[in-house]
């Protein structure tokens, strides 16, 4: 079993900041790619912010210069600083992984449970 565990959140003005951190734990051999998605009410879920192994990193072109993700593989976690954040950032943010389990040799996608956004003056 592998676990994603979502920290960070709330609700903000427009303007502030906000970090989200996610922990992949579990019956982990490797992980490979790992990032966030958010969904807003009534579209579709789309990627945020993502990393591969060789630490190469992809930005939505609307968080560009705005959002900052970053990754420590020696402990499996992943967090997204997200400054000057706009109204149209609310959405349910979610941790996504691919991983290699102990027990599961086959790459898995995962899903963390998912941490509300809110932007709003």
């Known amino acids: 079993q592998v676990q994603l565990v979502e920290s960070g959140g709330g609700s903000v003005q427009p303007g502030d900041s906000l970090r989200l951190s996610c922990a992949a734990s579990?019956?982990?051999?490797?992980?490979?790619?790992m990032g966030w998605y958010r969904q807003a009410p009534g579209k579709q879920r789309e990627l945020v912010a993502g990393?591969?192994?060789?630490?190469?990193?992809t930005y939505a072109d609307s968080v560009k210069g705005r959002f900052t993700i970053s990754r420590d593989y020696d402990k499996n976690t992943v967090s997204l600083q997200m400054n000057s954040l706009k109204p149209e950032d609310t959405a349910v943010y979610y941790c996504?992984?691919?991983?290699?389990?102990?027990?599961?040799?086959?790459?898995?996608?995962?899903w963390g449970q998912g941490t509300q956004v809110t932007v709003s003056s």
């Open positions: 996504h992984a691919q991983v290699l389990g102990l027990l599961v040799r086959s790459w898995q996608e995962h």
């Open positions: 990393t591969t192994p060789g630490g190469t990193t």
């Open positions: 579990g019956s982990i051999f490797v992980v490979n790619s």
